[in-house]
């Protein structure tokens, strides 16, 4: 199914949703870089993982907007999905916007990206960051790095900005890659869907895990990929 959709079947709540997860990402980040560390404070780990989970929905509106879900104004869409990018660990968004679409083209095959035939967790992880991690990513992070903690603890630095955007990239890749595409499928998306549990579904990848429903349904926003899977379970 051709992953374009038309301008009447963009929801204009995708805007305020994309809007919602970058400013909660990033009061979250504010509050957590001035938090006080304490190895014996449950908050310390509860805030690695939520943080996590709020960079995971940084790339998901990025991965949207590649499908030009955020906005049926192409110029708001791009530049949501582009500064979405740039906040995970300066991803660049017109990087990952033809190989993401190479994916859902020749999903499952040697030409798409982010597959692995091997299906080693760890051989095809790797394989799959060498795709998009980029020495400018690097050196662009390293800089920054060296410059906020002139201002911020280091230990709050790696924390809560860097520990968890690779935690995020793991999530990414375990829930939305991994587990929908490893093995063989007898679909023609060669994809994987998650059991029915929405909560379970958002919290581990934002409805992502319903792999061959966004497949299928590429028009379809992340928050809405719940309906979808309910057509397929009906």
Excluded at 91 to 115: G, I, M, Q, S
């Amino acid at each position: 199914m051709n992953s374009a959709v038309s301008k009447s079947s963009i929801d204009p709540k995708g805007i305020l949703i994309a809007i919602t997860i970058i400013v909660i990402w990033s009061i979250s980040l504010f509050l957590l870089l001035q938090m006080e560390v304490s190895w014996k404070n449950p908050l310390v780990y509860l805030g690695v993982l939520l943080q996590t989970h709020f960079y995971t929905g940084l790339f998901i509106t990025a991965h949207d907007a590649m499908h030009g879900l955020v906005s049926s104004n192409k110029k708001v869409n791009h530049a949501l999905g582009w500064f979405s990018a740039i906040l995970f660990s300066y991803n660049f968004y017109w990087k990952l916007f033809p190989k993401h679409h190479e994916h859902h083209r020749y999903v499952a095959t040697d030409k798409d990206p982010d597959y692995h035939s091997s299906d080693n967790f760890l051989v095809w992880y790797f394989s799959f960051v060498k795709q998009y991690v980029t020495i400018w990513q690097i050196l662009l992070m390293a800089v920054t790095f060296n410059i906020l903690k002139l201002f911020i603890p280091t230990e709050n630095l790696i924390l809560f900005w860097m520990l968890p955007a690779v935690l995020s990239t793991l999530q990414l890749f375990y829930f939305g890659t991994y587990l929908p595409h490893k093995g063989e499928s007898d679909n023609s998306h060669h994809s994987r869907s998650q059991p029915k549990n929405h909560l379970w579904a958002f919290i581990s990848c934002y409805f992502f895990g319903y792999h061959y429903e966004h497949h299928d349904s590429p028009g379809t926003p992340w928050w809405r990929l719940w309906r979808e899977k309910e057509k397929q379970t009906a």
